[in-house]
């Protein structure tokens, strides 16, 4: 079910008020509307399901040579300040048999990051999806991503890159496959 926009602009309006503005003054009058727009978007991925997004756009392919997606922009938010961190996810998977057709990986990355995250659990959330939709023989996914909770607040660390990694299956137990992936996605962290 879609939010409320009108109990979010409400909310909004209070919001304004509280932190000293007048939610009356000629800039802010469409301000509570937009941001409920804007949150609505932002959070749709708790609205959409995996067996949706991928709507039959897994193909039969026999290789089952490693299939490497790389910097796949991502935009999320996090959940202890609700506030962006934005970066890129690469993933590697070994198909058994199924391959995803190619623009779905994005959307599967856009299907959980639109909602309040934790880099590692977006992270693990990825690779598991991919693993059970495809049946995959194993799969890497890896996040490097900036957090504006760090870099605008707090400690105030412009160029600190959070990287996560989660690997399941193969990509887990053989060394030589996570290094194969690594060695794909390239010289990573900048
Ligand atoms: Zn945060």
Known sequence: ??????????????????IGEDPDREGLLR??????????????????????????AIFTQKTN??????????YSLCEHH????????????IPNGRVFGVSKLARLVDMYARRLQLQERLTDQISQAVMASIGATGVGV??????LCMMMRGVEKQNSVMVTSSVVGQFRDSTATREEFLALIGNRAT
């Open 142 to 147: 890896m996040i490097e991503a900036r957090h």
């Open 1 to 18: 079910m879609d939010p409320n926009a009108e109990k979010i602009e409400a909310l909004i309006r209070e919001l304004l008020i509280e």
């Open 82 to 93: 609700m506030l962006p961190f934005f970066g890129r996810c690469h993933i590697g998977y």
């Open 31 to 56: 301000t509570p509307h937009r941001v409920a727009a804007a949150m609505a978007f932002l959070t749709s991925g708790y609205r959409m399901d995996t067996d949706k997004l991928i709507n039959n």
């Open 65 to 74: 040579s490693m299939v490497i997606v790389k910097n796949i922009e991502l």
